[in-house]
Every structure is written in structure tokens, then in C-alpha cells.
Nanobody
Framework: QVQLVESGGGLVQPGGSLRLSCASS????????MGWYRQAPGKLRELVAA???????KYADSVRDRFTISKDNAKNTVYLQMNSLKPEDTAVYYC???????????????WGQGTQVTVSS
């Protein structure tokens, strides 16, 4: 079973940046899609960004033009570059191993442990 490990979270001021990483125990990113989700207290987990095996991407409207998902197949790592962070971006961020059909990402039950992102002055 593939293991996913997130890192890079922390406390940042509004307007700041963070880069999250999700490392996989296996060489899967060339054949599997990956997604970043987040869950704020009292809210449902939501898809933030996803990337297909071929590199196509999609974003939630709330983060479009601020966040960028990318991957390095050789390093078995997916990244989420987060710029212009807002307090409402505060959440636990999770990476997910899923599938891509058409222009849509479909998540699965394979999750990392999550990394906390807090945006506050």
C-alpha cells in the first residue's frame, strides 16, 4: 500500500506564502492523479487542487490564481505552492491519491496524515 506523507505547513501571516509537499512511498505519479484537499474546523473536506498523470490541473475557485499544484515524478513528490494566503485558507491540508477522467479528479481512500496551515497575523 502506498503511503503519502505531507509536510510544509505552518503559521504564516496574511499575504504570505507556503509550499506544501506530499511524498509517496512508491513511483506512482506518472500513472495516478493526485489531489490536495483541506478541512477547516467544522467544515467538510474540500478539493483544493488536483493534477493528472499527464500534468493537467484543476483548482477550486477560491484558490485559483493563488495556488499552484505541481509534481516531480522522479522525486515521487507533489507540491502545492500557496501564495497570497488568507485567513480563510486556514485548515489541515491533505494529499490524496486518485484518478482522472476527462477533466475531473476522483479521490480515493488513500490519504496522508495532513499538515496544518494557519494564516493569522
Amino acid at each position: 500500500q502506498v503511503q503519502l506523507v505531507e509536510s510544509g505547513g505552518g503559521l504564516v501571516q496574511p499575504g504570505g506564502s507556503l509550499r506544501l509537499s506530499c511524498a509517496s512511498s512508491g513511483s506512482i505519479f506518472s500513472i495516478k492523479a493526485m489531489g490536495w484537499y483541506r478541512q477547516a474546523p467544522g467544515k467538510l473536506r474540500e478539493l483544493v487542487a488536483a493534477i493528472s498523470p499527464g500534468g493537467s490541473t484543476k483548482y477550486a475557485d477560491s484558490v485559483r490564481d493563488r495556488f499552484t499544484i505541481s509534481k516531480d515524478n522522479a522525486k515521487n513528490t507533489v507540491y502545492l505552492q500557496m501564495n497570497s494566503l488568507k485567513p480563510e485558507d486556514t485548515a489541515v491540508y491533505y494529499c490524496n491519491l486518485g484518478s482522472w477522467r476527462g477533466t475531473n479528479y476522483y479521490g480515493s481512500g488513500s490519504w496522508g496524515q495532513g499538515t496544518q496551515v494557519t494564516v493569522s497575523s
